[in-house]
């Protein structure tokens, strides 16, 4: 039975560990190809880098994370397991706890928006299955 809570990131030194333990697990990605070393990973959630980021946690066993950003982006990095159920729960419990901050023209919208990895497809076919409409496409110039 799926039974998804949310826990903030604060950061403790246990959910440094679990945040990293499932970025090693992560089979789609954004920001980064390569997994950084711990060291790192530690200075970054110590950094404060989002508005709000969770853990999300089925049956008290972390199955991912999400953030918001200060862009008003969202980022979920969720297992494959109970994918649908647990992204829905993480669009709900984000529009029911959280308003976009402001818009600023070029910098961000007045809504959340998902960023997904094109690799993400499962993702993908759930957005899409709850109508969810695309906006943009992004390009990496290397």
Known sequence: MINIEFSRIIPTEVQIGITYDLL????H???HRLA???EDHVKFVNSNPYRAWYLAMNNQK???TFYL???NTIGINISEINYEQTVAAIINYVKNNYSPLP???SVRASIFTINVPPTDLS???IL???DKEILQICYALE
């Open 62 to 64: 972390a199955v991912g």
């Open 36 to 38: 950084p070393v711990f």
């Open 29 to 31: 990605g954004i920001s």
């Open 123 to 125: 993702l993908i076919k």
């Open 24 to 27: 090693l697990q992560r089979r």
């Open 69 to 71: 950003s200060k862009e």
């Open 128 to 130: 899409e299955k709850l």
């Open 103 to 105: 818009e600023i023209k």
